[in-house]
């Protein structure tokens, strides 16, 4: 089998944020945007990795999901416990300094794992964990 990963979902509450988030401080190009106001799709990801996305999407979209469900997502997203992703550099920390000179929630500095890699930690607008590690 040949498989690789194409996209990944993250969500958003705020979609301008959200852009801003992963355009503006993490350099990711914007593949496209569709939908108004807070009901927008938003596909981004690494310019040297045209095959590899992430679509910022709204999380009460769906319209299989019940009012509960909604409210739990919603309560999830603010304590930060719904969606995460894994990022990597070769520099974690010219990377983290790029991108705590913005006005980001910072987790972790850059610090060595217990279980071998480097990595530190944000949160997005939406407060998704953004883990980033650093390449060896």
């Avoid at 894994?86 to 500095?109: C, G, I, R, Y």
């Amino acid at each position: 089998m040949d498989i690789t990963i194409h996209t990944t979902v993250l969500p958003h509450d705020d979609p301008e944020a959200s852009l801003a988030f992963y355009r503006d401080v993490l350099g990711f190009e914007v593949r496209s945007d569709v939908g108004k106001d807070k009901m927008r799709w938003i596909v981004v990801g690494p310019p040297q990795q045209p095959g590899t996305s992430i679509l910022l999407a709204p999380p009460d979209a769906d319209p299989g999901i019940t009012e509960d469900e909604r409210r739990t997502i919603r309560e999830m997203m603010a304590k930060g416990t719904y969606g995460w992703i894994m990022l990597a550099t070769p520099d974690l920390d010219e990377t983290f300094e790029k991108v705590q000179s913005h006005d980001v929630e910072v987790v972790q500095e850059p610090m060595d794992q217990p279980y071998g890699v480097r990595d530190c930690a944000f949160r997005d607008p939406a407060g998704n964990m953004v883990r980033i590690q650093e390449v060896r």
